[in-house]
C-alpha cells in the first residue's frame, strides 16, 4: 500500500510517498510560493535524479496537481498510475479538543476542522486547501488527518487549564492544547524501543528543539504536560517566539509603545526569541558561530534558550515524580552538540552522567550521550513526523 502525506502551508507544500509493505520512502518533495507565477517544485525519487521546475502555481489545486505530474513522469517519477496511491494523510495543527486522535475526512471532520480555524488561523484554513487539493485530483482517495494537538489531549486538567475565569474556557475554548505532538509521540516509541524497556513502564522529557520548540512530560507513553499553550507561542524561548512571559507586558507594551493588537501578535510571535536577543538570527547555527567569534548579544541568547530548556527537564521531572530518560529531536536538537551538552551538564544533581563522546559522533543516528550506568539516560533521536502519519493513516485506511 502506497500513502502519500501531505503537509500543507498558506504558500507551501510538502509531502512524502511512502511504501507501507517495506517501510521505504519512495519519493519527496515540495512546492514553495504558492500562489506566485515563479513557484518552485522540488521533487526527490529515492532511486532517481532529482528535479526542479519553477512556474505558476496559482493555488493548493494546481501545486497537488503538479506533485502527481511529478510521481508520475516518465523520467522522475516513481509510479506507474495514480491509482497506486491507495490513500493520502495530511498533517493538521489544531484538533482542538474533538480530536483525539488521528480519523479519516468525512463531511463531519472537514466541520470541525473549518470551526477550529480560529484557534489555528494561519495553519488550519492551508491544511483545509490541502485535502480539498486532493479531493480535486484524486476523487475517491482515502483522506486521513493526523494532528500537532492529539497526542497531548491525555494531559490532566491541572496541567491544561489556565487560572482565569472559567468562562474563558467554557465559552472560547482557552486552555493549553499543545502542538509537536507526532514528533513527541515518534520519539517517545522510539525511546522505548532504543533502551529496550516497555513504554508503559517510562517517565520521559521529549525535547522537539527545532524552529518552533517545546518539551512534553510522557508518563507510559502518554502526554502529560507539555510546554506550548493554546497556542506555539507559550513555553520555550524559539527561533522567533518569545515563549514564557508575564502576560502583563502585553498591555504594558501595547500602551507604551502604541502597538495594535495584530503588532504585539507579530513581535511575540515573529521579531522575539533568538532573533530579538542576539539581533543577528533565529538560526542556532548562526548563533553558535557568532558566539565562537566572540559576539556577546549571540552569547546571551544562546544561554537564555539553554536555560530555558533545563528549567522544563527539571520541572517535568517533578511533574512526573521522576524520570528515566530525556530525549533530544528536531533540528536542533539533532544537531547542536553545544546546547545539548550545556543542558546535560549542569542536570547532573538529576543523575544524569553525560558522555561528552558519544554526544560528538553518531551524526543522525540514534543514539545514547550518557554513560554506561547513568541513573537517568539521555537519548538523540531524529524525529519522523512524516513516517508517524503515514503509520496512523495506514491503520485508518486498513479497518
Ligand atoms: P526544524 O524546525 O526542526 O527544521 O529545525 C530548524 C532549525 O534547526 C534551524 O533553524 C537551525 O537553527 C537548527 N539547526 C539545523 N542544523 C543545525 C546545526 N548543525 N547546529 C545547530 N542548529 C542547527
Same mark, same amino acid.
Given at each position: 500500500?502506497?500513502?502519500?502525506?501531505?503537509?500543507?502551508?498558506?504558500?507551501?507544500?510538502?509531502?512524502?510517498?511512502?511504501?507501507?509493505?517495506?517501510?521505504?520512502?519512495?519519493?519527496?518533495?515540495?512546492?514553495?510560493?504558492?500562489?506566485?507565477?515563479?513557484?518552485?517544485?522540488?521533487?526527490? &525519487?529515492?532511486?532517481?535524479?532529482?528535479?526542479?521546475?519553477?512556474?505558476?502555481?496559482?493555488?493548493?489545486?494546481?501545486?497537488?496537481?503538479?506533485?502527481?505530474?511529478? +510521481?508520475?513522469?516518465?523520467?522522475?517519477?516513481?509510479?506507474?498510475?495514480?491509482?497506486?496511491?491507495?490513500?493520502?494523510?495530511?498533517?493538521?495543527?489544531?484538533?482542538?479538543?474533538?480530536?483525539?486522535?488521528?480519523?479519516?475526512?468525512?463531511?463531519?471532520?472537514?466541520?470541525?476542522?473549518?470551526?477550529?480555524?480560529?484557534?489555528?488561523?494561519?495553519?488550519? %484554513?492551508?491544511?483545509? @486547501?490541502?485535502?480539498?487539493?486532493?479531493?480535486?485530483?484524486?476523487?475517491?482517495? %482515502?483522506?486521513?488527518?493526523?494532528?500537532?494537538?492529539?497526542?497531548?489531549?491525555?494531559?490532566?486538567?491541572?496541567?491544561? @487549564?489556565?487560572?482565569?475565569?472559567?468562562?474563558?474556557?467554557?465559552?472560547?475554548?482557552?486552555?493549553?492544547?499543545?502542538?509537536?505532538?507526532?514528533?513527541?509521540?515518534?520519539?517517545?516509541?522510539?525511546?522505548?524501543?532504543? +533502551?529496550?524497556? %516497555?513504554?508503559?513502564?517510562?517517565? +520521559?522529557?521529549?525535547?522537539?528543539?527545532?524552529?518552533?520548540?517545546?518539551?512534553?512530560?510522557?508518563?507510559?507513553?502518554?502526554?502529560?504536560?507539555?510546554?506550548?499553550?493554546?497556542? %506555539?507561542?507559550?513555553?520555550?524561548?524559539?527561533?522567533?517566539?518569545?515563549?514564557? @512571559?508575564? &502576560?502583563?507586558?502585553? &498591555?504594558?507594551?501595547?500602551?507604551?509603545?502604541?502597538?495594535?493588537?495584530?503588532?504585539?501578535?507579530?513581535?511575540?510571535?515573529?521579531?522575539?526569541?533568538?532573533?530579538?536577543?542576539?539581533?543577528?538570527?533565529?538560526?542556532?547555527?548562526?548563533?553558535?558561530?557568532?558566539?565562537?567569534?566572540?559576539?556577546?548579544?549571540?552569547?546571551?541568547?544562546?544561554?537564555?534558550?539553554?536555560?530555558?530548556?533545563?528549567?522544563?527537564?527539571?520541572?517535568?521531572?517533578?511533574?512526573?515524580?521522576?524520570?528515566?530518560?530525556?530525549?533530544?529531536?528536531?533540528?536542533?536538537?539533532?544537531?547542536?552538540?553545544? @546546547?545539548?551538552?550545556?543542558?546535560?551538564?549542569?542536570?547532573?544533581?538529576?543523575?544524569?552522567?553525560f558522555d561528552e563522546e558519544a554526544n560528538l559522533t553518531g551524526r543522525g543516528l540514534e543514539k545514547r550521550i550518557t554513560k554506561p550506568g547513568s541513573k537517568v539516560e539521555v537519548l538523540v533521536i531524529p524525529t519522523n513526523?512524516?513516517?508517524?502519519?503515514?503509520?496512523?493513516?495506514?491503520?485508518?485506511?486498513?479497518?
Open positions: 500500500m502506497n500513502i502519500l502525506v501531505i503537509n500543507a502551508g498558506s504558500s507551501s507544500l510538502k509531502y512524502q510517498l511512502f511504501n507501507m509493505e517495506n517501510d521505504s520512502v519512495l519519493a519527496k518533495g515540495k512546492v514553495e510560493r504558492i500562489g506566485m507565477d515563479t513557484a518552485i517544485v522540488t521533487h526527490e &525519487p529515492a532511486d532517481k535524479a532529482e528535479a526542479r521546475e519553477v512556474g505558476e502555481i496559482l493555488e493548493h489545486t494546481t501545486a497537488i496537481r503538479k506533485v502527481l505530474e511529478m +510521481l508520475l513522469h516518465a523520467q522522475h517519477g516513481v509510479l506507474g498510475a495514480i491509482e497506486e496511491i491507495d490513500a493520502v494523510g495530511h498533517r493538521v495543527v489544531h484538533g482542538g479538543e474533538a480530536f483525539k486522535s488521528s480519523v479519516l475526512v468525512d463531511d463531519e471532520v472537514k466541520r470541525e476542522i473549518k470551526r477550529l480555524f480560529d484557534l489555528a488561523p494561519l495553519h488550519n %484554513p492551508a491544511a483545509m @486547501l490541502g485535502i480539498a487539493a486532493v479531493e480535486a485530483n484524486m476523487p475517491g482517495v %482515502p483522506q486521513a488527518v493526523v494532528f500537532d494537538t492529539a497526542f497531548h489531549q491525555t494531559m490532566p486538567a491541572p496541567a491544561y @487549564l489556565y487560572p482565569v475565569p472559567m468562562a474563558l474556557y467554557r465559552k472560547h475554548k482557552v486552555r493549553r492544547y499543545g502542538f509537536h505532538g507526532t514528533s513527541h509521540n515518534y520519539v517517545s516509541e522510539r525511546a522505548a524501543v532504543f +533502551l529496550g524497556r %516497555p513504554l508503559e513502564q517510562l517517565k +520521559l522529557v521529549t525535547c522537539h528543539i527545532g524552529n518552533g520548540a517545546s518539551c512534553a512530560a510522557i508518563v507510559g507513553g502518554r502526554s502529560v504536560d507539555t510546554s506550548m499553550g493554546m497556542t %506555539p507561542l507559550e513555553g520555550l524561548m524559539m527561533g522567533t517566539r518569545s515563549g514564557d @512571559l508575564d &502576560p502583563a507586558i502585553v &498591555p504594558y507594551a501595547m500602551g507604551k509603545e502604541d502597538l495594535t493588537l495584530s503588532e504585539i501578535s507579530s513581535m511575540l510571535n515573529k521579531h522575539s526569541g533568538l532573533q530579538a536577543i542576539s539581533g543577528l538570527s533565529s538560526d542556532m547555527r548562526e548563533i553558535v558561530e557568532a558566539m565562537e567569534a566572540g559576539d556577546r548579544n549571540a552569547k546571551l541568547a544562546f544561554d537564555m534558550y539553554e536555560y530555558r530548556i533545563r528549567k522544563y527537564i527539571g520541572a517535568y521531572a517533578a511533574a512526573m515524580n521522576g524520570l528515566d530518560a530525556v530525549v533530544f529531536t528536531a533540528g536542533v536538537g539533532e544537531n547542536s552538540a553545544l @546546547l545539548r551538552k550545556a543542558v546535560c551538564e549542569q542536570l547532573s544533581f538529576l543523575g544524569i552522567e513526523e512524516e513516517w508517524m502519519i503515514a503509520r496512523d493513516t495506514y491503520a485508518l485506511v486498513k479497518h
